[in-house]
């Protein structure tokens, strides 16, 4: 038989399941291949005694309506830098990859399938380069990554960010208040943009575009005095003003990564230090966006993603992620998946030009 393993790295996000059994159903049709799981990431393999499941048809049917991740997932254990507790407590980050390495050839996959974001991509690339038979996934609410149009779980990210902010409308036109919620997406303001177009804010913040704290007022103040006397905003929680820093505390013990999030209040204290007269509210959603079933879009493309992933192993295909470009499910080289990141950059972005033709204000 040959042996094909599948894990989900970095932080969950729905669609992840509908992968995993992409994968499982698609090797099925095969007869001489079993699908197995390393748990949490590479930590399945690289604990002893390692924790690899096989993914039988019992443990898969019917998953890929649920969120989260069957196999688990982890932001804090890159095998590249892995956090390491010294006797005196503080932290330490090792290169493990050698002994990963090591590990998976002597399981002797046929192919390893890694499902995850930037991060986890880049890990991809290491271990392939080390001679691991690896095929990427993209996953991440954030979109950020760049060959791909598109990846699972930014979809259900967004309608659960637009539901919200429905609901913030209501009660802000109720109480003639303003009212700011912070969504998700690290550096990448695309959550951000397209909860702002879906929701109709007034106001969209986000990286790409630090904002003018001076211009939100005159814009907040011209919609009491001549518009429907109440603000909607979408921040992105990477979003700063020109004359400021992001609002980022230090990572849990191990992560590599700042945590972001914040800003909302932040946004409420700067316009009533600008003279913001109005009531303020904030309300910052959080990993509710994060959670939850999967959309019927994400359903499909992370389905899509999983058969793909699984043909490229059948090609022994390795070194690449597969992707969605134009209407189609292809697939790029690891190095191509992670050379640059996806942001709203350009202002020729279509969805720029129509926020902006819609009168968003960016506080540009
Ligand atoms: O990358 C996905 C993401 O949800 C970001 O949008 C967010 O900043 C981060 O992960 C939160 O990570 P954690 O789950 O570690 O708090």
């Known amino acids: ?65 649920k969120g989260g991740t069957i196999l688990k997932t982890t932001n804090k254990s890159n095998p590249i830098k892995f956090p390491v507790t010294q006797a005196d407590g503080s932290i330490k980050f090792m290169d493990r990859s050698d002994e990963l390495v090591a590990k998976l050839k002597k399981l002797n996959f046929e192919a390893v399938i890694n499902i995850g974001g930037d991060g986890s991509q880049k890990i991809s690339k290491v271990l392939y380069d080390k001679g691991i038979p690896v095929i990427g996934v993209p996953k991440t609410i954030d979109n950020d990554l ?57 106001i969209c913040l986000i990286p790409e575009i630090p904002y003018d704290v001076n211009k939100l007022v005159k814009r907040i103040d011209l919609r009491y005095t001549k518009g429907r006397g109440f603000v909607n905003i979408v921040i992105a929680e990477g979003a700063k003003p020109k004359a400021g820093v992001i609002t980022a505390s230090a990572g849990e013990k191990g992560s590599e990564h700042v945590r972001l999030g914040g800003v909302a209040y932040q946004l409420s204290k700067q316009l009533k230090d600008a003279g913001c007269k109005v009531e303020i509210r904030e309300t910052v959603l959080g990993h509710v966006q994060r959670g939850g079933t999967p959309s019927a879009f994400d359903r499909v493309l992370a389905s899509a993603f999983g058969v793909k992933a699984f043909e490229l192993a059948l090609e022994k295909n390795f070194g690449r992620m597969v992707a969605l470009r134009n209407n189609t499910i292809t697939s790029v080289t690891l190095e191509e998946a992670t050379r640059e990141p996806n942001f709203v950059k350009h202002e020729n972005t279509y969805l720029l030009k129509a926020a902006r033709g819609l009168g968003i204000s960016f506080g540009d």
């Open 1 to 65: 038989m040959k042996k094909i393993l599948i894990l989900t790295g970095g932080g969950d996000c729905p669609g992840l399941n509908a992968v995993i059994r992409g994968v499982a159903k698609r090797a099925r049709k095969e007869k001489d291949w079993e699908v197995y799981g390393s748990i949490e990431a590479f930590n399945g393999v690289l604990n002893e005694p390692q924790e690899i499941v096989k993914l039988t048809s019992k443990r898969t049917a019917g998953i890929h309506v």
């Open 146 to 202: 760049s060959a791909t149009d598109m990846t699972f779980g930014f979809q259900t990210a967004v309608q659960i960010a637009t539901d919200s902010f429905d609901k913030l409308v209501t009660t802000a036109e109720s109480h003639h208040r303003v009212m700011i919620m912070e969504v998700m997406g690290r550096d990448a303001g695309w959550i951000a943009l397209h909860t702002a177009i879906a929701g109709g804010a007034e």
